[in-house]
């Protein structure tokens, strides 16, 4: 996985930001480093093909679900792992966490609680109430 983010890091200038469980992971707000073989990450769209071009791109029916500021969602298998790609043309907050931009727990939660309020579901609410728990401690 280490070769997979320094790849990312470098194709697209260093501006990728992740995000997600591996991010909750660097934060050091989880203990363990997440099983499962997604790495999500935010990136600018001057950045796309670059992504792309790092494996295999698996496109998601019907674009994103997710409102503004994702512009757009994909998916690229990259040996073994899977990245799930959000197009971001905002800045995300991030801090440098072993070389990388990780997003910064505020930014994580505030992404979430906005999500929810545009897109209010049990399933966010209750994601909600784990980051605030999880950041809390």
Known sequence: MEQILDNIHTTTSGTAVIIGSLARFLNGHIP???ARKWIDITIHSDYVDNVR???TPREIKGGT???YPITNQFIVQVEGYFLDVFV???E???TEVQGRNVITPEGDLNWHVDLL???PSQMLHNKVVRLRSLYSQ
């Open 53 to 55: 071009a790092l494996g």
């Open 92 to 94: 995300t907050p991030s």
């Open 32 to 34: 363990t480093e997440p």
């Open 65 to 67: 679900s997710f409102v």
């Open 88 to 90: 971001n043309n905002t």
């Open 117 to 119: 309020m545009s897109q």
